[in-house]
Nanobody, 127 residues
Framework: VQLQASGGGLVQPGGSLRLSCAAS????????IGWFRQAPGKLREGVAC????????YYSGSVKGRFTISRDNAKNTVYLQMNSLKSEDTGVYYC?????????????????????WGQGTLVTVSS
């Protein structure tokens, strides 16, 4: 099982980026995917999740309305479209998966629901 996150970079406040999480060794037809981020000096936090059952999506309050998570099962890839970026969105973004990822609405952000993690991609929002 491998997850490869990509698409990070430097962007100005108000700009957009699209992150990709390519999965290999397993099918996204059967697993949910979550995006997490870790800002400098802070704990890692859940950002968004999409489940495998019915495509339900979940977002943290700080990104709801600005970020959109989606999946392309044919490409075995999940995307995180990030719009209206703010300086506080700066951090390393990780994608993760596990048997319980996104299966329960109240626990999608809990790291112990995720067994496999990608290597992270750095997003810097700065002028």
């Amino acid at each position: 099982v491998q997850l490869q996150a990509s698409g990070g970079g430097l962007v100005q406040p108000g700009g957009s980026l699209r992150l990709s999480c390519a999965a290999s060794g397993f099918s996204l037809d059967y697993y949910g995917i979550g995006w997490f981020r870790q800002a400098p000096g802070k704990l890692r936090e859940g950002v968004a999740c999409i489940n495998d059952v019915d495509g339900s999506t979940y977002y943290s309050g700080s990104v709801k309305g600005r970020f959109t998570i989606s999946r392309d099962n044919a490409k075995n890839t999940v995307y995180l479209q990030m719009n209206s970026l703010k300086s506080e969105d700066t951090g390393v973004y990780y994608c993760a998966t596990g048997a319980w990822a996104g299966k329960e609405a109240g626990t999608w952000h809990e790291e112990d629901r995720y067994d496999y993690w990608g290597q992270g991609t750095l997003v810097t929002v700065s002028s």
